[in-house]
């Protein structure tokens, strides 16, 4: 199984911008929809972003639309997501994984096979 690699959480302030990194050994997922998903302390594991990989296309949950971004740089294997405008209800740990689309929500493809995920803490 691969492991995808997360990355670039910590503490930021309400209002505050963090950029998280998911780096994969390989092109594994190369052809892959790409997303990342979060949990947090109230919550189970949820939708938090996606980027089509043929169009580039993306969606995002209606909490973090505007102010959260995700991105991918193929030639290095990594999906990034902006998060600026942060919130303390954007605490939780955050995973990146291969996403796909049922009944217009996206899930995570292989939920057997999560990163460590890193954690995001929002505070002041």
């Known amino acids: 199984q691969v492991k995808l690699v997360e990355s670039g959480g910590g503490l930021a302030p309400p209002g505050g911008s963090l950029r998280l990194s998911c780096v994969a050994p390989d092109r594994t997922f190369s052809a892959a929809d790409m997303g990342w998903f979060r949990q947090t302390p109230t919550k189970d594991r949820e939708f938090v972003a996606v980027q089509i990989w043929d169009t580039g296309r993306t969606y995002y949950s209606d909490s973090v639309k505007g102010r959260f971004t995700i991105s991918r740089d193929s030639a290095k294997n990594t999906v990034y997501l902006q998060m600026d405008n942060l919130k303390p209800e954007d605490t939780g740990r955050y995973y990146c994984?291969?996403?796909?689309?049922?009944?217009?929500?996206?899930?995570?493809?292989?939920?057997?096979?999560w990163g460590q995920g890193t954690q995001v803490t929002v505070s002041s």
């Open positions: 994984a291969p996403a796909s689309l049922s009944d217009r929500t996206w899930f995570a493809t292989f939920p057997e096979n």
